[in-house]
């Protein structure tokens, strides 16, 4: 079983809906990141977390927002949605950011948008 | 420009064969390969990892062969079963203090019985 943890596992919503994934590890890693999955492509980084502070965000829509409320948590607000946002969201760990290339992942939440 | 190059983009073997899957990239920076695996509904695990001072290393049935020089690296299955049967990624990390990797597109591997 997977170390980290995302919640919910799937998720329908409308463009005008707010909704929030959560993200939890116990492994004591310091970073924390977000990936975005589309069918049959790799995961596309979105976000890096490092010590609890955001470190890197590429270049993602504002309607994806981050939240890193302790170092085992790790939140993505969602609002207004497109649907083409609908992807397989994951959410990944390391011991810190320096070990960037030794990934633990979740099992991601399925996200769709009506 | 894609940084990271995987072939074939999928592969069927029989059971008890040698799976391999390559991997080619430009970046000279790059200083960690981990290839994951993944399979259908679930998140990539990290199944093996390589760095560039070493040319090869194996565990289990799985081995990682590296080319410095060619800047290639590869995936080798072997007495491959249809357990395996899965997406594999590799991955470089382009610069270890910065948490970015970058991924290949993947090789869906098939393992007929």
């Known amino acids: 079983d997977t170390e980290v943890t995302q919640t919910p596992k799937h998720l329908v919503m409308g463009m005008t809906n707010k909704k929030s994934l959560k993200c939890e590890q116990h492994?004591?890693?310091?970073?924390m990141y977000w990936y975005k999955q589309k069918a049959k492509k790799p995961p596309e980084l979105m976000f890096v977390?490092?010590?609890?502070?955001?470190?890197i965000n590429e270049s993602v829509p504002s309607r994806f927002s981050p939240e890193c409320p302790n170092s085992s948590l790790l939140n993505l607000h969602l609002h207004a949605l497109q649907p083409e946002d609908s992807a397989l969201y994951l959410c990944?760990?390391?011991?810190?950011?320096?070990?960037?290339?030794?990934?633990?992942f979740g099992e991601g939440s399925r996200l769709t948008v009506l | 420009q894609q940084q990271v190059k995987q072939s074939p983009q999928s592969l069927i073997v029989q059971k008890g064969g040698i799976s391999i899957i390559n991997c080619a990239y430009e970046n000279t920076a790059f200083d960690y390969f981990p290839w994951y695996q993944q399979f259908p509904g679930k998140g990539p695990a990290l199944l093996i990892a390589?760095?560039?001072?070493?040319s090869e290393k194996k565990e289990g049935r799985f081995t990682i062969s590296f080319n410095k020089s060619a800047k290639q690296f590869s995936l080798h299955i072997m007495d491959s079963q249809p357990g395996d049967s899965a997406t594999y990624f590799c991955a470089a990390s382009w610069d270890t203090n910065a948490g970015k990797s970058t991924f290949g597109d993947g090789t869906t591997l098939t393992v007929k019985p």
């Open positions: 977390y490092s010590y609890e502070k955001l470190s």
């Open positions: 990944a760990s390391s011991q810190d950011r320096g070990a960037g290339g030794e990934l633990f």
């Open positions: 492994m004591g890693h310091r970073a």
């Open positions: 390589i760095r560039p001072d070493v």
